[in-house]
Nanobody, 114 residues
Framework: QVQLVESGGGLVQPGGSLRLSCAASGVISSINAMGWYRQAPGKQRELVAQQTTGGKKDYADSVKGRFTISRDNGKNTVYLQMNSLKPEDTAVYYC????????WGQGTQVTVSA
């Protein structure tokens, strides 16, 4: 059974930084991509950033230049460095693992507020 364990969320002031981590464990077949989605209250879940096993990175327009995704393929871990955080970044952030199936983490709350 595949499990995704996220960490690193919390409360931060506007302009601050946070780093999210997500470690995948279990019997994992060929990984296509790992990434992060977020869901704010009353809104749909949206892609924040994704990195394929081949190294291709995609970002939501709203986070380009502020967020950086990275992976440690040997550890099946994905990171999201978030800089220059804004109140509109407030959401529950979910780790995503794409193999032949899709897996989700339990979510970690990120709150950006003064």
């Amino acid at each position: 059974q595949v499990q995704l364990v996220e960490s690193g969320g919390g409360l931060v002031q506007p302009g601050g930084s946070l780093r999210l981590s997500c470690a995948a464990s279990g019997v994992i077949s060929s990984i296509n991509a790992m990434g992060w989605y977020r869901q704010a209250p009353g809104k749909q879940r949206e892609l924040v950033a994704q990195q394929t096993t081949g190294g291709k990175k995609d970002y939501a327009d709203s986070v380009k230049g502020r967020f950086t995704i990275s992976r440690d393929n040997g550890k099946n871990t994905v990171y999201l460095q978030m800089n220059s955080l804004k109140p509109e970044d407030t959401a529950v952030y979910y780790c995503n693992l794409a193999t032949m199936r899709t897996y989700w983490g339990q979510g970690t709350q990120v709150t950006v507020s003064a």
